[in-house]
């Protein structure tokens, strides 16, 4: 298992189960309260630097408060809703996509054109007209990125589910007398779950990143939580006089989504049926 | 067979390619050396004119661009604290009247008389809501406009209103013999009695003068003034560095220290108009307590704020309003900073355990609004209560729903071009008046409504203080600071600052 050909998966895999030890030990990793205000050490550049003080590692924000501490409570908003969106836009999108394309005619219009609404808006649009309506907090951002993913795993598993019901273990086990949703549940959903999980890697990286976006427009979470992406919007003014308010919540989150990335990558590769025959 | 000495195609475009290129950047890199040219000044601007009808705003900096072209009959002035004539040499207030004696010997750029038909014609203009003024409020207890003679002009209120002069800052005055000839292409060629005559107006707000060498105030020194409307802060900064622009508005406060090391930049900043403070909604517990209000103002340190999130570019009020108020009062002094008295005075209120609270803002609104709120709360919370930050879009902040529905419980906000006391104590606690704080107390309003009356600025000022004593005493609100105006100037540029945000080209001078 530890061949070159796993690089990837372990790669990934291993930053992202860094970054929920992260989340989940950030009392304790965290040197400080990511709230608490210096404000006669503001801006303090990171320690390894002329200014620097021993105190803060990667320095202070525009309110002293610690950066390092920040960024790793931080960690907790991007993982959290990028799974939970992840699980929930999947339960839904699986569930609708797998209804449409196992009974199609009028199950599959209705879903079918409910999802090329959502498909015909920018992903990031709804996202913004959604937060816009619900307000700030972490269960409407969950529920607006919801909104705005599920389109994604109902049309690749209605797809694979319309190849699937044509299959002949299908057939038999209807033939069996099985029932439609003991089949789609035990025989079609089963099968769709390699792609699924691709899709869904994939989509996580994506959503933290629309977190992010949200966040630095003002529509994320409320201002008193820290996130990479509010991080930045606040940075975003000192870019010239305080370049690591921007930098490390940057990296942050380019490092989370490359880690993703490569485990959605690595995931690809064991599932590819073609890739897995050439082994 | 080709010919050797015929142009190609691809040859011919690439040297016209190269021309146009040439053409277009030419002028850029010839400003470029020349900035500031003894002819001519280029101003970046963060609002120059939403439109080219000139009564179709009220915002102060706008005011500024369009005086160039029309004048006002009087002016305040920050610096003296009083009203200056422009376009009238005298003024009295007798009763419900006001009369102004007009100055002799003015001229429209198109060479007619300015007299007092111009003033009645242009108030009518100003009145004129349907066709598209915005300044009709301020005249709506002015019952007539009378005209006895050319040079006098009467003003008559429904009631005496001592504080008709602010309502007649900033109304300036068209010809009416241009207004008779153009009809309703009136506001396409601005005709004033200004220093600058009209050019040219771009939509998307650019604005051209040149001078008018026949000033009754005396010529200006520079010949023509150019306003270009550049919203964006980081586009302005760096029109000036670079020297496309001689002149812009709101340079950001942490950009201050980085600009003042250019080598042919100034930057010039003074205290501004617009006065930040924390309001309270008596309306909701537990502000309609005194003991509380009076915690809250223990418990905000906005020397702090201004020291750190300001760069110190700012000034803590020291009472209801900024020392450059009329009707500031330097015997007052705002509550000190003190988080343990402020937990005391709470535990005498009945919260021996905290306060829970609400502060409302709306994010991006002012300067760093985030950040202050965000100290504002932590400095709450040391004396003693428990802050619930909420940013509210502007529109859902500041409607019905929000602030002037009376539905904001504290909130955090800025007056802007606050240079009299009583746009402040009439507009936020006054009984009636707003629904921004639901204050309401007999004696308070009844001083507010007896300066208002008073003819005399001195006892005006008097009462102003007793109100703003009492204001400060019941703790109504929590005064913090005004920001300073910093403006970044290209070195061989003079010009007078002024606290109101006008620009004035004829008060500039360029160095040789």
Redesign the interface.
């Known amino acids: 298992m530890l061949s070159i050909r796993y690089l990837k998966l372990w790669v990934g895999g291993a930053i992202l189960a860094l970054l929920v030890v992260c989340g989940v030990a950030a009392p304790l990793i965290a040197p400080r309260d990511p709230q608490a205000q210096t404000l006669e050490d503001r801006l303090r550049p990171p320690r390894w630097t002329d200014n620097g003080m021993q105190a803060y590692f990667l320095g202070t924000d525009n309110l002293g408060r610690d950066m390092l501490s920040r960024i790793v409570y931080g960690s907790r908003i991007s993982l959290m809703v990028g799974a939970a969106t992840v699980i929930f836009a999947g339960i839904v999108g699986c569930t609708l996509g797998a209804i449409a394309g196992y009974f199609g005619s009028t199950a599959d219009e209705i879903v079918s054109k409910i999802s090329e609404i959502f498909l015909a808006f920018p992903f990031l649009l709804i996202a913004i007209a959604i937060m816009a309506f619900l307000g700030q907090g972490v269960g409407n951002l969950i529920m607006a990125l919801m909104l705005s993913r599920w389109v994604q795993y109902c049309r690749v598993v209605r797809g694979e589910v319309l190849s699937l019901k044509e299959r002949d273990f299908i057939t038999a086990a209807k033939a069996l007398g099985a029932k439609d949703a003991y089949v789609i549940f035990r025989h079609v959903i089963p099968n769709t779950v390699a792609s699924v999980t691709v899709i869904a890697t994939f989509g996580m990286a994506i959503v933290i990143i629309t977190e992010a976006s949200l966040s630095f427009l003002g529509l994320g979470v409320p201002v008193h939580i820290p996130t990479w992406g509010s991080m930045l919007a606040e940075g975003r003014s000192y870019i010239n006089r305080a370049p690591w308010l921007t930098i490390f919540p940057g990296l942050a989150i380019f490092i989370t989504v490359f880690g993703i990335n490569l485990l959605g990558d690595g995931l690809r590769d064991i599932f590819d049926p073609k890739l897995r025959r050439q082994r | 067979m080709k010919k050797p000495s015929a142009v190609t195609r691809r040859q011919f475009l690439k040297e016209s390619a190269t021309l146009a290129a040439g053409a277009a950047l030419g002028p850029y890199f010839l400003r470029n050396a020349d900035a500031a040219s003894r002819d001519r000044v280029t101003i970046f601007h963060s609002s120059v004119a939403d439109s080219i009808h000139p009564y179709n705003h009220s915002s102060s900096p706008i005011y500024g661009n369009w005086q160039h072209v029309i004048e006002p009959l009087i002016e305040y002035d920050v610096g003296r604290k009083d009203y200056i004539g422009v376009l009238a040499e005298s003024w009295q207030f007798q009763g419900n009247k006001w009369a102004f004696k007009l100055r002799k010997g003015v001229k429209f750029h198109n060479g007619a008389t300015f007299t007092s038909k111009d003033v009645a014609f242009s108030i009518e203009k100003m009145r004129d809501e349907k066709g598209g003024s915005l300044q009709a409020p301020n005249f709506k207890d002015v019952s007539e406009v009378q005209t006895p003679d050319d040079y006098t002009v009467v003003f008559v209120t429904k009631q005496p209103n001592a504080v008709f002069l602010d309502r007649l800052d900033n109304r300036f005055m068209l010809s009416k013999e241009a207004g008779d000839k153009l009809g309703d292409k009136l506001f396409e060629n601005i005709v004033g009695t200004g220093p600058y005559k009209f050019v040219s107006y771009q939509r998307g707000g650019n604005l051209v003068f040149t001078r008018n060498d026949d000033y009754w105030g005396g010529k200006a020194a520079i010949k023509e003034v150019i306003f270009k409307k550049v919203t964006e802060d980081a586009a302005r900064l760096a029109a000036l560095e670079s020297g496309q622009a001689d002149f812009i508005n709101n340079v950001?406060d942490?950009?201050v220290a980085?600009l003042k090391k250019h080598p042919r930049v100034r930057v010039d900043q003074l205290e501004g108009l617009r006065m930040f403070f924390l309001a309270f909604n008596f309306a909701f517990k537990p502000w309609d307590n005194k003991l509380v209000r009076q915690a809250a103002n223990y418990s905000v340190d906005a020397a702090?704020i201004v020291?750190?999130?300001f760069d110190g570019i700012g000034y803590p009020c020291n009472g209801p309003v900024g020392a450059n108020v009329l009707g500031a009062d330097p015997k007052h002094k705002r509550y000190p900073y003190d988080p343990q008295k402020s937990k005391q005075l709470l535990a005498q209120a009945g919260y021996p355990n905290g306060c829970d609270i609400q502060l409302y803002y709306s994010?991006?609104r002012y300067p760093k609004d985030?950040?202050v709120?965000?100290?504002v709360?932590?400095q709450m919370v040391k004396g003693g209560f428990r802050v619930e930050?909420?940013?509210q879009?502007w529109a859902l902040f500041w409607d019905k729903q929000g602030v002037n529905g009376g539905r904001l419980p504290f909130y955090y906000i800025g007056r802007g071009s606050l240079t009299d006391a009583d746009t402040l104590y009439d507009q936020y606690f006054r009984t009636g008046t707003t629904k921004r704080t639901n204050y309401s107390n007999a004696e308070l309003d009844k001083l507010v409504e007896e300066q208002q009356r008073t003819p005399d600025n001195k006892k005006r000022v008097q009462i102003l203080q007793q109100a703003g004593k009492s204001i400060m005493d019941e703790a109504l609100f929590i005064p913090l600071y005004n920001l300073a105006d910093i403006y970044g100037v290209a070195k061989n540029l003079e010009w007078k600052k002024r606290a109101d945000e006008k620009v004035k080209a004829w008060d500039m001078k360029i160095k040789a």
Do not use: Y
């Open positions: 950001p942490h950009e980085r702090a020291r750190n999130i994010a991006g985030r950040e709120c965000q100290v709360a932590a930050l909420i940013s879009e």
